[in-house]
């Protein structure tokens, strides 16, 4: 009998991650979930009470038809068969269940800053890692092997506090070849780009008015195009830039890579966006110096879900 794999997904990101690295895994029986979680947090889910996460409904649906989609097995939950192995893009939560199998976690993105909330989730097993957001990815130490973006990634991973004989510097699908988004039909082109972040959905302060201004100095009098994250209010951030940013155009759709690859400056926050304006040379304020976010670019070797695959199989068959 073939072994099983569990792949759970859960943001698009992570989703079409995971399907991809699946495809180089075909000789293994392979089963999908959108995210889950066990305990309180199993249960707030259920009540509605996470849709600002990928525990929510909302995302939870998008992943799920995605995979209904493309055909792929499903196990929702990941209960109904005993698995080989389990393939991830968080560590933030473990479910008690996953925690039996041999897991591979793959580096999703971007991580958050720093914040007084890593600390303690650090410092203090009673402060779950996920208050903290993705700064404390790796840090449950419930993997086998940790698949990152970068030698930058790496070195940042060790210094958290990660195991660093459990790292593995693959780079990451989605942003392994970014040259490929060179080639679109978006139809403008030389603007200034500002992908909005969901802060305001995740209970994160922002003056969305300063920054706004802000980004109609920075850019010098050229088009600025506005690509909103797609967990924002969009109905409240079209208002707000159609006030205070007239003649401005906003995109709540649309291949956010293509407009990156179209545009003369990237502006974001904390987001992985910013890794395809870097890996294509583009101008980029975000909150990292130009030299960090060099160090932290993925490598673009067009071959990051081939090489997790190879990971997946050192761990399952070893």
């Known amino acids: ?14 989703t079409t991650q995971m399907h991809q690295i699946s495809g180089w895994l075909g000789d293994y029986d392979r089963y999908f979930s959108p995210f889950f979680s066990d305990g309180l947090l199993g249960l707030a889910s259920g009540m509605g009470l996470l849709e600002f996460t990928i525990l929510g409904k909302k995302r939870s649906s998008r992943a799920l038809q995605y995979l209904l989609d493309h055909d792929l097995q499903l196990d929702i939950g990941g209960m ?17 269940e996953i925690r039996r199998r041999k897991i591979v976690l793959v580096q999703e993105g971007m991580t958050e800053p720093e914040t007084v909330l890593f600390h303690l989730a650090r410092n203090f097993r009673w402060v779950p890692r996920w208050v903290a957001g993705t700064a404390t990815t790796g840090l449950s130490d419930a993997y ?3 698949c990152v ?17 459990k ?8 942003f392994d070849n970014c040259e490929r988004y060179l080639r679109n039909s978006f139809e403008h082109r030389d603007f200034v780009l500002v992908c909005t972040s969901d802060n305001r959905e995740t209970f994160i302060y922002e003056n969305r008015r300063r920054n706004i201004e802000k980004y109609l100095d920075m850019s010098g009098g050229h088009q600025l195009i506005f690509k909103l994250h797609p967990n924002e209010n969009a109905r409240r951030a079209v208002r707000e830039i159609s006030t205070l940013a007239p003649g401005s155009l906003v995109f709540t759709e649309g291949r956010t890579e ?17 890794f395809v304006g870097s890996a294509l040379n583009k101008t980029v304020h975000c909150s990292l110096t130009p030299e960090e976010l060099r160090a932290l670019t993925p490598l673009q070797n067009k071959s990051a879900a081939r090489r997790i695959a190879d990971v997946c199989r050192n761990v399952i068959d070893g």
């Open 1 to 14: 009998m073939k072994k099983k794999i569990l792949f759970i997904c859960g943001s698009m990101n992570q």
């Open 80 to 96: 109904a068969r005993d698995y080989d192995l389990v393939v991830t893009c968080t560590d933030l939560i473990v479910p008690k």
């Open 149 to 165: 973006a970068s030698e930058g990634y790496r070195d940042l991973f060790i210094r958290k506090g990660v195991n660093a004989e």
């Open 258 to 274: 293509e407009m990156i690859a179209n545009s003369r400056m990237l502006i974001a926050q904390f987001s992985s966006t910013i």
């Open 144 to 146: 086998e092997k940790f």
């Open 167 to 174: 790292l593995v510097v693959t780079s990451i699908p989605n």
